[in-house]
């Protein structure tokens, strides 16, 4: 089975940089997507990581290490639009290419 | 264009009402998602399309019933529908099931009450 644990809410500051770990357990790890959701909307591509090692993409940072079963996605220089819920998604391929999505960390941006 | 269009946005029927929702794309993907979400909790995976044939249905009942009528194209019919059904109903598209463009886009979602 899979089972990702991520936290369910955090708080940071405006303009501060913010780490979001996600970790897992799959029997057939295909790569882990992040996506963004703001309340009562569709979830939004952030970043997909397949290999070990960090992709930057503007503000938002994502990092795999995959014998750690361990991912984060970093924030920084945020923004009060930022506010959102922010979801870890692993790519399983037992029986059949599934992503499977965690609860997701509820992030609020004060200023 | 990443767009994935689903209608209707909103819609509220009864356990013994039969409503279809619909979600489009015209990106040339080749797999198509459904989804359930409830509040607060993630997306469920309902079903797959992949090349318009059925490929994951994640044991789901039978008052759901997907059909892929071409490409571009993803219905959900909906029949004697339970209250507890109520929810976001999310539509998705990826280029492909594998490889590297597995990303899938998601559309506005229809969100569904059973009354």
């Known amino acids: 089975g899979q089972n990702i644990d991520q936290p369910t809410e955090m708080t940071a500051t405006e303009g501060a940089i913010v780490q979001i770990n996600c970790t897992y357990q799959?029997?057939?790890?295909?790569?882990l997507f992040w996506y963004q959701q703001h309340a009562g909307e569709a979830p939004t591509f952030l970043s997909y990581?397949?290999?070990?090692g960090l992709e930057e993409k503007g503000r938002f940072s994502s990092f795999l290490s995959r014998s750690k079963g361990y991912s984060y996605l970093l924030l920084k220089e945020l923004q009060m639009k930022d506010s959102a819920s922010y979801l870890c998604a692993v790519r399983d391929n037992t029986g059949g290419f599934k992503t499977i999505f965690g609860a997701g960390t509820r992030l609020f941006v004060k200023a | 264009d990443t767009e994935v269009t689903q209608t209707p946005k909103h819609l509220v029927m009864g356990m013994t009402n039969k409503k279809s929702l619909k979600c489009e794309q015209h990106m040339g993907h080749r797999a198509m998602y459904w989804y359930k979400q409830k509040a607060k909790k993630p997306p469920e995976l309902m079903f797959v399309?992949?090349?318009?044939?059925?490929?994951i249905n994640e044991s789901v009942p039978s008052r759901f019933s997907p059909e892929c009528p071409n490409s571009s194209l993803l219905n959900l019919h909906l029949h004697a529908l339970q209250p507890e059904d109520s929810a976001l109903y999310l539509c998705a598209s990826s280029q492909d099931v594998v490889g590297a463009t597995v990303t899938q886009y998601f559309g506005p979602g229809t969100r569904l009450t059973v009354l």
């Open positions: 990581n397949v290999l070990d």
């Open positions: 799959t029997s057939g790890f295909n790569g």
């Open positions: 399309y992949s090349y318009e044939k059925l490929s």
